[in-house]
């Protein structure tokens, strides 16, 4: 009888390691994807982003090139870190200041009731500063806390089987995450009362033609 307890309990403490194993993979390596993503599609315009930390009025306008590019380096070398399991816990370190940074710009611009660009992904203007931005930061702030607290207990590595569930759920939460941006713009179309329009064409048919006109015209005396 204790055998047999003893056994589950080793059962049960296997299946909550490998949880954690999963986990801190998806989180670790999602966050670091993200940053990557992120710091990318900034580097493809770097002016444009730098013009975009300036419509946020947090720095001096001559500041905003030195702001914007270390941002830029931050996300890309905590992406590089964090993917790559080097350094993880002082990686998730930084993640905790890089996305509380992002936070407290946002909070603090939609106080001033700034919806200039966000520009958190690229210099993409289709996403503004909005709430849904801000939340974004927060969850992404609180995940890199528990990548450190993972990082600290120093919790095992995924096995090969878990690999591809591991990715896949990695890639959800990535694409999930870099969508999300799209939301209050999805909405705002969804609320526009629909109304319908003409629609102009270049189709002639017999219903529009002059009554008068005559299908056989009388021939010329």
Known sequence: MVVRWTQ???RDRGGESLTAAVTYFVFRTGLGAVCLLAGIEKVQSPGDFVEGVRQYRLVPSRLAPVAGCALIAAELGLGLLLVTDLVPALAALGAIVLFSIFAAALAVSLARSNTAPCHCFGASEV???SPVALVRALALAGVAAAVLVF???????????E???SL??????VAITRLSGLFPLTWSFL????????????RVSFRHQPLDVPFYPKEQQ
């Open 163 to 165: 690999l591809l569930p």
């Open 8 to 10: 589950d309990q080793d």
């Open 127 to 129: 996403e503004k500063i």
């Open 191 to 202: 609320r526009q009362k629909a109304s319908m329009h003409p629609t102009p064409t270049r």
């Open 151 to 161: 990082a600290v207990q120093d919790t095992a590595s995924i096995g090969r089987h």
């Open 168 to 173: 896949l759920m990695t890639a959800a939460f």
